[in-house]
């Protein structure tokens, strides 16, 4: 069985996250994600999530392509992760290209960049969400 495993927040779940962990489990049979929590989020990409973690693995869970959710706590924890997961894969999206080869000398796994899906993210949702708001409302204003 070939196993792959991607680390990320996944938070306002969209089609660029679905995009990419379809590629990732293209590309071996079981698919592990590794879910940033709320605290690691916060302490150590100062990202405040809209969804909670319990939210955020729901989520994952329910993604046909996902076949099991663990907790992302720390940025140290990818090698024993591949090691005790016996990952052949490891997969992120190409935002983080060459952050993490070193698993490849560290570990047996291959280390795989995809391409992100370059005009959606969580942030841009945000923002177009609240400049939406500030025309509804100043809209309703002078109606
Ligand atoms: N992604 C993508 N296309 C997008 C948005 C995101 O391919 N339009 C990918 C990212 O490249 C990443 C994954 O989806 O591989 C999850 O994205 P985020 O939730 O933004 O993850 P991030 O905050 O980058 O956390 O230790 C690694 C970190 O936990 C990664």
Known sequence: MKRVITYGTFDMLHYGHINLLK???EMGDYLIV???TDEFNWE???KKTYFSYEKRKQLLEAIRYVDLVIPEKSW???VPDVKLYQVDTFVMGDDWAGQFDFIQEETDAK???LARTPEISTTQIKKDLN???LVTNHKSEID
């Open 34 to 36: 590794a879910l940033s």
């Open 44 to 46: 150590s990409k100062q």
């Open 111 to 113: 280390v795989v960049y």
């Open 131 to 133: 400049e939406t708001s």
């Open 76 to 78: 140290e924890q990818k």
């Open 23 to 25: 590629r990732a489990k």
